[in-house]
């Protein structure tokens, strides 16, 4: 053996030798080979093994044992930092840690990050990013189950009873019968019991994963963030550690992180500022910012944010009821009590009449004899009677009502998100059918929210090529610092500029670099930002002190023309010469402002000033500035929106424009959109600008608020200071709105309508439904959806109650009477299946017709039930029960046929009956209930399915269904009376109706003295 061989090497491999010498030497001929190929096989590995101890590597020189630790970190890579660290940081607010890093900049540094450049974007990078630090994503709640759903279904009372029920009937039967014969009657029960239970359990449950995909939608937000030196757009799920994520007002905070660079950020509970590192550097997961503007890094992603750990201990219920539900609820209340009533009666009168000899079988005889029927006979017979009560109870609860409004908001939030419209919260969904006036803000609303430098006034010329050279250095100063935009250029000599910021930002930058040949970068070097004023919508204006290397310090403004012009006490001539502004010059820069807003542009002015008024504080002057110039910014209407707007007149909703612009470029605007016609310029208090409603008392608000058609340079107090005017006034308003001061007239409106692209986080947070294309035009589409969503439902209710009341009337009267239902448990259970589930599949999903916006808003508070529909289902019902009953009672002398046969002729008449009955219920007041008919294609597969279901349940299910086949021409007497329901329903219709509801005549007579 090798001396350097290892001791313990040694002394196996002489074990293994020592092994096979001591081998038995007799063995059979297989046992020898299968001997030497293991000896073989050992002697290699023995050697190779020698080998390795032997011969070192190439290029590697044996060295000792070594028994220093190696601290291998598999989790953080080549960062010098790891995610512990980075935890203990921010949730502690650990100052101490993060100085020791060298503050924020030295923390950027150790997650191989930059600043100014971000990290890069290659997928690789991000990879190991997410790998290291894990993703942006959160542990949520597991879907409910299917079998959830079956085992709620379940939990009804009424489907234990049938169940209990149908065990009775199942093991009277088998006695009494065999197993053979006597199993049909039970388990025909459970049959149909399992049907209603499946087909209502997976129902609910697609509709509940059809919320869910919504909520996942919702969650998905877009976050500014800068990779590679580029300012990009990202989802808020692909934010990696190390990220450089820009913040503006209204932002949310889309990880934990510690704030870089910026002025006065805010993030709604404290201020972080320029200067030393302290705690106030710490941004926290799920907060919003309310001020200033910033860079955070991020640190902690998903899980490991202080959000993600709180949501962990978080079991949220994410049902919830809308307003409409729970009136719908109530109603449902209400009519299983008149079941339950009628079901008990029902249930009371054939015990008496069985108990009492008067019950017959089909031979004639007496069903109940008390000498000679056995005590199985009696129960058996008794737990049939009370299986047909309860059925009735399961008949005349509409069941189907929660059923219709569920698919009904589900179906038309996932056809909204198609129209641009995505629904945060359910009841608006039917709260916006009763909207009655309209605040939509203008800016990317009713106009496209492309902009572009059209004209711009230096002096009191529109030439800039006579710019001197310093105006166009303060110029290229006033665009270049005072901005929350950004530009970038490749690197390339091909490539283009590419400008970020809001569409305002973008285009005054756009216009300076390719108009003014501003070199942003440059500029940014050469000034230090020393305090910044953000835009205010107060004061629509922003401002920022600078100073320049050489020491010189100025403050520029920039903001509304008129607002600006006022703080100017002098101005540059052509030649750049300083001028005093006289009040000539006064009215002249007054007149390009109007001139310019004439034409539709918004006048934005700037100013400076060469030294702040105090150099000891960061206030930056406001008065006797310079002004340097007007521009005007164009931003053409959206096409369709002129056509939206009148359709929304046309529905007796009225609009009103809302906006921060000067009031010549509000009225430009409204005149061009259709919202301020003709007839309304006449009126003195159609226009008018919010300092001047501000100021009405109360009671001149609402005197005039409805006859207010724009406020121009209005501010979110303005805004709500409408709605609540509004809403005093009975009116159901709707706001559009996209800032973070908009969110109290969102919170205050009935529905809440922010803008999913310009809009801020904390906007969206605060409205009920987010317009995905900031269009007015999808506002009117939600509109038109609101009403449809509440039409849906009262066409169910209507074909629904017809049902219950011609099942309950018929069931009722033949108990009375005869002593027998001419609808059996399964068959009732039938009915129950195919009328509530497919019914409410049918008619729920109807989508809007343009009809719908002839009509006025519908009433929140008024009856769900109107006079129209009562005319409609009382006529229905009516005729069903009057042919029906004649078939109990006079059935086998005109058809000539037995019990089984009539019996089978009254439950195939009553369901074809309803399957005509649902085209009639296409429509509450239109005669032609096929118009449309072939966009739905849903409704008529649904009825294709129902005929075909209904064919098979009479001609081949007869023991189940308790049915006998019938004739070609007892079909066609079926087919027949159930089509007399198109004519009967096309001449109810042109019955009309008071417009007081019947029910308030019944208080009337009720309180009216004697």
Same mark, same amino acid.
């Given at each position: ?31 020898k ?47 010098? =930092? ?14 101490e ?7 924020p ?17 290659? !997928? ?16 949520r709640?597991? @879907?409910?189950?299917? =079998?959830?759903?079956?085992a ?35 388990? @025909?029960i459970?049959v ?32 500014d ?44 509970r ?78 009371l ?35 049939e009677?009370? !299986? $047909? ?14 059923? #219709? ?9 996932k ?17 916006m ?29 529109s ?12 110029f290229?100063?006033?665009? #270049? ?5 950004s530009?970038?250029?490749?690197d ?15 285009? +005054? ?23 910044v004023? $953000? ?36 101005f ?31 006048? =934005? ?5 060469? %030294? ?20 005007? +910014? ?14 929304c ?18 009225? #430009?605007? $409204? ?14 208090? !159609? ?6 409603? %501000?100021?009405?008392t ?86 038109k ?26 069931n ?42 002839k ?7 008024? *009856?769900?039930?109107?006079n129209?529909?009562? %005319?409609?289902?009382l ?6 029960? !009057? ?5 109990q ?48 294609r849903l ?13 098979v ?26 089509? $007399? ?7 109810v219709?042109?019955? *009309? ?14 309180v009216?003295?004697?």
């Amino acid at each position: 053996m090798p001396t350097n061989v290892p001791d313990h090497a040694e002394n196996i491999n002489s074990v293994g030798v020592k092994f096979l010498l001591e081998l038995p030497k007799t063995l059979s001929t297989s046992n020898k080979k299968w001997q030497q190929a293991f000896i073989k096989i050992y002697c290699s590995r023995t050697i190779l093994n020698c080998a390795k101890h032997t011969i070192p590597k190439p290029g590697l020189i044996p060295r000792s044992i070594s028994y220093t630790a190696i601290d291998l970190d598999h989790h953080h890579g080549d960062f010098r =930092i790891d995610q512990e660290t980075l935890n203990d940081l921010v949730k502690n607010k650990n100052q101490e840690k993060l100085e020791s890093l060298g503050g924020p900049h030295g923390l950027v540094s150790a997650l191989k990050t930059n600043t100014r450049l971000g990290i890069n974007e290659e !997928a690789d990078e991000i990879q190991r990013r997410r790998s290291t630090f894990g993703s942006n994503s959160y542990a949520r709640q597991p @879907s409910k189950s299917l =079998i959830h759903f079956v085992a709620e279904a379940f939990k009804d009372l009424t489907i234990l009873i049938l169940l209990g029920c149908a065990t009775l009937s199942l093991g009277f039967g088998i006695k009494e019968h065999g197993l053979k014969e006597g199993w049909y009657d039970g388990g @025909s029960i459970f049959v149909a019991v399992f049907l209603v239970v499946a087909v209502s359990a997976v129902s609910n449950f697609r509709q509940n994963r059809q919320f869910d995909k919504l909520s996942k939608v919702r969650s998905n937000i877009k976050i500014d963030v800068v990779r590679k030196g580029r300012r990009q757009e990202i989802s808020i799920f692909d934010i990696v550690v190390g990220d450089i994520v820009c913040l503006n007002i209204g932002d949310q905070v889309p990880a934990d992180g510690v704030f870089v660079e910026g002025h006065s950020l805010h993030d709604g509970r404290k201020r972080a500022r320029r200067g030393k590192p302290n705690r106030k550097h710490i941004l926290f997961s799920g907060t919003k910012i309310a001020d200033g503007f910033g860079k955070m890094v991020v640190t902690s992603v998903g899980m490991n944010t202080s959000w993600g750990q709180m949501m962990s201990h978080i079991s949220r219920d994410t049902t919830e009821q809308t307003p409409l539900q729970s009136r719908l609820n109530k109603l449902t209340s209400s009519i299983g009590k008149v079941g339950l009533l009628v079901a008990f009666l029902v249930l009371l009168v054939l015990l008496v009449r069985y108990f009492t000899g008067s019950t017959k079988d089909e031979s004639g005889n007496r069903e109940y004899d008390r000498n000679k029927t056995k005590n199985d006979e009696i129960v058996n017979a008794v737990v049939e009677m009370v !299986a $047909a009560a309860v059925t009735i109870i399961v008949v005349a609860i509409p069941e189907g009502l929660p059923l #219709a409004v569920t698919l009904t908001l589900a179906y038309s939030m996932k056809r909204m998100m198609k129209d641009e419209a995505m629904v945060r919260k359910l009841s608006a969904c039917e709260t916006m059918g009763s909207a009655t006036t309209i605040c939509t803000d203008k800016t990317g609303t009713l106009t496209l929210n492309q902009m572009k430098v059209t004209e711009f006034w230096f002096s009191l010329e529109s030439e800039f090529s006579s710019l001197s050279r310093e105006v166009l250095e303060l110029f290229h100063q006033g665009v #270049a610092m005072n901005t929350t935009g950004s530009v970038f250029k490749g690197d390339s000599k091909s490539s283009e500029y590419e400008f970020s910021g809001s569409p305002t930002e973008k285009a +005054i930058l756009s216009w300076a670099v390719e108009e003014l040949k501003m070199n942003m970068e440059e500029v940014m070097r050469e000034h230090e930002v020393l305090h910044v004023e $953000a835009f205010n919508s107060e004061k629509k204006r922003s401002g920022v002190l600078i100073k320049k290397r050489g020491g010189e310090i100025t403050v520029h403004w920039k903001g509304a023309a008129e607002k600006i012009l006022a703080m100017c006490s002098t101005f540059y001539d052509g030649y750049g010469v300083v001028k005093e502004i006289q009040q000539d010059d006064k009215v002249n820069f007054e007149q390009i402002i109007q001139s310019m807003a004439a034409k539709s542009l918004r006048c =934005i002015a700037f100013a400076y000033s060469e %030294r702040n008024g105090n150099s000891e504080t960061k206030k930056l002057k406001e008065e006797n500035l310079t002004l340097l110039g007007i521009i005007g +910014i164009k931003d053409p209407c959206r096409p369709g929106v002129k056509k939206a707007v009148e359709d929304c007149r046309l529905a007796g909703v009225s609009i009103k424009m809302i906006t921060g612009d000067n009031i010549f470029t509000a009225r #430009a605007i $409204a005149v061009d959109c259709g919202i301020l016609t003709p007839e309304d310029e006449t009126k003195d208090d !159609a226009v008018l600008e919010g300092e001047a409603f %501000r100021t009405y008392t109360h009671h001149e608000r609402l005197e005039k608020v409805e006859r207010i058609r724009v406020m121009a340079r209005s501010s979110p107090f303005d805004k709500l200071l409408m709605v609540k005017c509004l809403k005093d006034l009975g009116h159901v308003v709707a706001v559009t709105g996209d800032g973070t001061n908009d969110a109290p007239a969102l919170k205050e409106a009935n529905i809440g309508l922010s803008m999913g692209i310009q809009g801020t986080e904390v906007a969206k947070e605060s409205s009920d439904i987010v317009i995905l294309d900031d269009n007015f035009a999808s506002v009117a589409t939600v509109l038109k959806w609101g009403r449809c969503v509440y039409s849906n439902i009262q066409k169910f209710i209507q074909f629904q109650l017809t049902v219950n009341v011609a099942a309950l009337a018929i069931n009722f009267v033949a108990a009375v009477s005869a002593g027998e239902v001419p609808l059996t448990a399964v068959q009732l259970l039938w009915v129950n299946l195919i009328m509530d589930t497919l019914g409410a599949l049918a008619l729920a999903t109807e989508k809007p017709s343009n009809d719908l916006m002839k009509n006025k808003p519908v009433g929140r508070t008024g *009856p769900l039930i109107t006079n129209v529909m009562w %005319r409609n289902l009382l006529a229905q019902a009516v005729y069903q029960i !009057a042919v029906l009953l004649v078939f109990q009672f006079r059935g086998r002398e005109v058809f000539d046929v037995t019990e089984r046969v009539k019996n089978t002729l009254i439950f195939n008449t009553f369901v074809l009956c309803q399957v005509f009955n649902e085209f009639n219920a296409r429509s509450l007041e239109k005669k032609n209930v096929f118009e449309g008919l072939h966009k739905n294609r849903l409704f008529v597969g649904i009825i294709l399915v129902t005929i075909v279901l209904q064919v098979v349940m009479v001609e081949f299910l007869k023991r189940f269904a308790d049915t006998e086949r019938l004739s070609w021409s007892q079909w066609g007497v079926c087919v027949a009376i159930g089509a $007399a329901s198109w004519p009967i329903g096309w001449l109810v219709k042109c019955v *009309p109706v008071p417009e007081k509801h019947f029910f308030s005549y019944l208080k009337c007579s009720a309180v009216r003295p004697l």
